[in-house]
């Protein structure tokens, strides 16, 4: 894998990989002018979506009944503002599943190739829950639309 990022603002980065790009920015109270993702928004971004993919491949793999598997991640900082731990929570939907479970969150994080390179000092875990994770709040809508 080969990426390119480059300065387009006071703070914000053009990222490019391959065909496709993403602006990064910091919020307004740091100095940006939020424009696009933090960058730890899309590395923690990055670590659910790689945890997803795992999942759900290896639960089609075994011949297990998945309709979906949603994750919600938050990290939570230390003091110093560093990371200090990550929560994956997962949703399993099919009703295969039921006994399953616990063997596949294993499974991801020996597995996961962007959970892996998560540094031993985060604290790292998966929670299995059982109802529907919280609505997370839609995309910001065209500023010009009522």
């Known amino acids: ?18 065909t496709h790009s993403v ?8 100095g940006g002018e939020n424009i ?11 670590a659910a979506a790689c945890a997803q993919g795992t999942l759900k491949h290896r639960a089609v793999k075994l ?11 938050e990290d939570r ?3 110093a503002g560093r990371i200090a731990a990550v929560e994956f929570r997962v949703l399993f939907e099919g009703e295969a599943l039921i006994d399953q479970r616990q063997e ?3 499974y991801v994080r020996e597995h ?18 059982r109802e529907e994770l919280e609505e997370l709040p839609a995309a910001v809508a065209d500023e010009g639309a009522a």
């Open 36 to 46: 696009g993702f933090r960058p730890t928004e899309l590395w923690l971004i990055g």
């Open 63 to 73: 011949g297990y009944e998945v309709s979906e598997v949603r994750i919600q991640a």
């Open 23 to 30: 602006v990064l920015d910091q919020g307004v109270e740091r």
């Open 104 to 106: 596949l969150l294993a």
């Open 77 to 79: 900082l230390d003091e």
């Open 112 to 129: 996961c190739k962007v959970v892996r390179t998560i540094h031993p000092s985060i604290a790292v875990t998966f929670v299995d829950v």
């Open 1 to 18: 894998m080969k990426i390119a990022v480059h300065s387009i603002g006071k703070k914000s980065v053009l990222a490019v990989a391959g």
